[in-house]
């Protein structure tokens, strides 16, 4: 027999009975029913039960073990007796007789249970992730994820891409987020950077004549952390093709994402149809780029109704420059109690509230009124206007947010999802999909009025160079974003190939020739001498996977994730430098006051 185990702690059925078997594994929990010792012993394909009673030569031994220690035990299989059947594990229909146990590996006392889903604070769960790993919920995330990559990559292949490796330590590249530096022990004073993404590296593969590239590929970004984004590195789904366009990349990304959330969502819908909705219209209908179109709510612009109105802040507010105001329907919202707690929503983002206008059977029967401050501010026939163009009736509401749509925008989509959610509105067991398209290609810093680069600065300008004579705000990018259930899952471009346009958008955003010659120079070299149109796009595993899962939280389904604070509590990292370390970088720390 095997040093250690014969079968798994999934593999015994009814058939065995009688067999003598050997089993190793973790003591998920020790049961005493009236001096019968029962063990729940788990590995990592499932559980086994196994129990002792005092006529057992190893009845002494079991006594002694306690919660996941390792153990191995030999016995003998028995059926279970009908009654006592478990028909929630394989296993549940034996039980193993213990002959003989030998403990191979003791534990200590546990700083959090791995048997039950108690809620532990993270830090505690961080520090001791190893043993938080062996818990089932967090065990099954890294399974369905370790699942979901080889379908990625075997859906690839099967589509006629080739899987390529590239280089983890690079130079510095503007990919919209901090580098982390590594500074160089042969080159003093000189700092390598861990990729952000292998964005320069995989269009080289194109200029190199490989036609569809993907990696499954590592990304590091010093970032600030929030729920569904690591604040130190994750992992993508690389793509990109030569000689396409950009409806080629959605036909090829497309059944590969589609084909995933319908193989592991557990029998949740996946839509089939993915509109392209243009990031302006987006933003106004959705309040976000990454619109959740499980919520069927769209914004509208009122403006009109409110100018020279009798409510005086909205009517005032459209005299400045840039201002509108925008609508959130709320169909079944019509009651004040559910206008006044949407209101209380709205204060507690940081806004002043939200106006509200609400229908209802009018209170002397002659048929349907408005109700509401904003109702008696602007009169009958605006506010019949009002619901005439939002197509509202009796029991509904609608709530405005006014100013400049930058200042308000994410608070009013954060509004429409509330919304969506309070009236049951919002679709569940549903995946929905939307591609977001025609990104502008630059923006400008309000505070400083510079001119930047919104999206990714390698993409190609619709209109080529004749667009990029005009003003840069109004230059849009062949860039793309796939949203699903309000999260970005996938970004991309077709790219900027030709030098002369590369030089002259990176002009527009304040880098010089120069500059674009030391910091891209391998790409610029790469692209005088044969570069093809070329496109693709990066999905994002970690996020994908949490949806499938169903969870709020990207840690959930990281392996050895970093805490809010980009911190290893396992690990110890980050850690302070040797002097001897120091010394060998020629660096020296300069201590904070």
């Known amino acids: 027999m ?30 005493d029913h009236g001096g019968v010792l029962f063990i729940d012993l788990r590995d990592h394909y499932g559980m086994t039960q196994v129990l002792a009673d005092p006529d057992s030569p190893a009845f002494k031994a079991v006594e002694k073990v306690r919660a996941e220690w390792v153990i191995r035990v030999d016995g003998r299989v028995k059926a279970r007796d009908t009654a ?57 995330n890294i399974m369905l994820r370790s699942r979901v990559v080889k379908s990625l990559r075997d859906r690839m292949w099967d589509v006629g891409f080739t899987e390529f490796q590239t280089p983890i330590i690079t130079a510095s590249s503007p990919e919209g987020a901090r580098d982390f530096l590594i500074p160089s022990r042969l080159h003093p004073g000189k700092f390598y950077a861990l990729p952000q993404a292998p964005q320069q590296f995989k269009q080289l593969i194109m200029v190199a ?30 793509v990109e093709m030569s000689f396409v366009e950009q409806e080629d990349v959605f036909a090829a990304v497309q059944p590969v994402i589609q084909g995933v959330f319908e193989e592991f969502g557990g029998g949740r819908e996946v839509s089939k149809v993915w509109p392209r909705i243009a990031y302006k219209d987006s933003m106004l209908w959705y309040g976000t780029d990454k619109p959740d179109l499980r919520n069927p709510i769209k914004m509208q612009i009122v403006s009109e109704h409110f100018r020279d109105s009798g409510f005086a802040i909205f009517a005032r507010l459209l005299n400045e420059e840039g201002t509108e105001i925008r609508a959130i329907p709320a169909p079944g919202g019509g009651s004040r109690k559910f ?14 509230g939200m106006g509200y206008i ?37 029991g509904d509401a609608v709530f405005f947010l006014g100013g400049r749509p930058a200042d308000f925008e994410a608070v009013a989509g954060r509004a429409r999802n509330e919304i969506g959610r309070e009236l049951g509105l919002t679709e569940e067991n549903v995946f929905r999909f939307a591609w977001i398209v025609d990104f502008p290609m ?15 600065p390698f993409s190609m300008p619709q209109g080529g160079m004749e667009a990029l004579k005009g003003d840069p705000l109004s230059v849009l990018g062949y860039q793309y974003d796939l949203a699903c259930n309000g999260y970005e899952l996938v970004s991309g471009a077709i790219r900027n190939h030709k030098p002369e346009i590369m030089f002259k958008a990176f002009e527009l955003a304040g880098y010089p020739a120069a500059e674009v010659e030391k910091r891209f120079g391998g790409m610029v070299k790469a692209f005088k001498y044969g570069a093809p149109p070329h496109g693709g796009c990066a999905a994002g595993i970690d996020r994908m996977v949490m949806l499938l899962a169903d969870e709020q939280n990207i840690r959930e389904v990281i392996m050895f ?17 040797t002097n001897e370390q120091l ?11």
Not at 110 to 125: A, H, K
Not at 366 to 393: D, F, H, V, W
Not at 585 to 591: K, N
Request: glycine share 8%.
């Open 209 to 238: 004549g490989f036609d569809k590239y993907f990696q499954i590929a590592p990304c590091f970004r010093d970032e600030d952390p929030r729920a569904d984004r690591s604040p130190t590195d994750f992992y993508q789904l690389d």
């Open 583 to 593: 010394r060998e970088l020629g660096l020296r720390v300069i201590p904070k006051d």
């Open 442 to 456: 630059y923006e400008k810093d309000p505070e400083t009025g510079k001119v930047d680069f919104s999206h990714n």
């Open 358 to 394: 609400f229908w209802r059977e009018a209170e002397d029967g002659s048929g349907m009124e408005a109700a509401g401050p904003l109702a008696k501010n602007i009169g009958p026939e605006r506010t019949e206007a009002i619901r005439t163009q939002l197509k509202l009736g009796k």
């Open 84 to 140: 006592l059947v478990n028909p929630r594990i394989p296993t549940g229909e034996i039980e193993v007789y213990i002959t003989a146990l030998d403990v191979l590996g003791p534990s200590d006392e546990l700083p959090l249970p791995v048997f039950g889903d108690l809620e532990y604070p993270e830090e505690t769960r961080l520090a001791y992730r190893f043993l938080d790993l062996r818990r089932e919920s967090l065990h099954n």
């Open 339 to 352: 206008c006044d707690r949407m209101n209380a929503f709205a204060q507690q983002q940081g806004l002043p």
């Open 2 to 31: 095997h040093a250690y185990r014969s079968h798994t702690c999934a593999e015994l059925t009814k058939a065995h009975a009688g067999q003598e078997v050997r089993l190793s594994g973790w003591v998920h929990r020790v049961r």
């Open 561 to 577: 994730p970093m805490n809010q604070r980009a911190e290893d509590l396992m690990m110890g990292a980050p850690s302070e430098p």
